[in-house]
């Protein structure tokens, strides 16, 4: 059982294409879970590489901001709806990403990185290329476009940010300078975290980010949000007991709460 303090604030919903289930199932889901807060946070309507059906369209997004709004309204007294937005960044692509962002009324833009170049990296289909390439290169330029994504000041949160070892490839050499310089760089920006439960159920079998980076975090006192990264009304909240237990143990002390793009944080109890 999660906490009533608790916010599941990345949810994808049938708008993306790759998930199932509408807007109120999610919302529904979350009460039931006993969240205090949902933010439903879609892929904004930006070109990406290859053509697997991920981002929104512009009509579509049209269509669930409205959705989200009528849950808002719907569920009143029961539980706190957000609007979210997930946007991958590209660095070549930062005046398009700053357009797009602008267009919409976000309680929170949650930066993510699902491509290095047009690899998109986290996808099963393209996951030989980890061993065609030096894994430490890999993470050196994961890390490093992560940096820079940070840096841009377009995003308030930074999602699943060790996703690059969804797949349970990692270095064979230590690389704990990459977590300390985006920690750093988070610090800096002013930016949050999120805890991504969705790790539990991919290749590596863990959290998202992991106890390193998590530590170097809490060194800098970033403060975290909760994402179950739910693509399915049943997965929301999901491992939120074993992400605060972990929060907790790494000295993480402060959740943020996001409204039109204000950022709160609160003790976390």
């Keep these: ?85 997930e946007c991958d960044y590209f660095p070549d692509e930062e005046e398009l990403i700053d357009s797009i962002i602008r267009r919409y009324p976000f309680d929170y833009v949650i930066g993510s990185l699902h491509y290095l170049g047009d690899w998109g990296f986290d996808n099963e289909r393209y996951m030989h290329v980890y061993d065609e390439r030096c894994v430490m290169d890999i993470y050196r330029e994961y890390f490093s476009t992560a940096v820079s994504a940070v840096r841009s000041g377009f995003f308030d949160i930074f999602g699943h940010i060790d996703v690059v070892k969804k797949f349970g490839h990692f270095p064979d050499e230590d690389y704990s300078h990459l977590h300390r310089e985006l920690a750093q760089a988070l610090s800096d920006q002013g930016m949050s975290f999120e805890i991504n439960t969705a790790g539990k159920d991919k290749p590596v079998g863990e959290i998202y980010p992991s106890e390193s980076l998590l530590c170097q975090l809490a060194t800098l006192k970033v403060p975290a949000t909760l994402g179950s990264d739910a693509h399915a009304p049943e997965q929301v909240g999901r491992y939120f007991d074993q992400a605060v237990r972990l929060l907790k143990k790494c000295g993480i002390t402060g959740l943020a709460r996001f409204d039109r793009r204000v950022r709160t944080v609160e003790p976390l109890s």
Excluded at 6 to 34: F, M, N, P, Q
Aim: glycine share 10%.
């Design 1 to 85: 059982m999660t906490s009533n303090a608790l916010s599941d604030y990345h949810v994808h919903t049938k708008w993306c294409g790759h998930a199932t289930g509408e807007v109120y199932e999610y919302v529904e889901a979350a009460i039931a879970r006993g969240l205090s807060e949902i933010g439903l946070s879609e892929h904004l309507p930006m070109p990406i590489p290859g053509d697997d059906k991920i981002n929104l369209t512009d009509e579509e997004m049209d269509i669930f901001i409205r959705e989200v709004d009528q849950a808002r309204e719907r569920y009143r007294g029961d539980i706190t709806v957000k609007l979210g937005g």
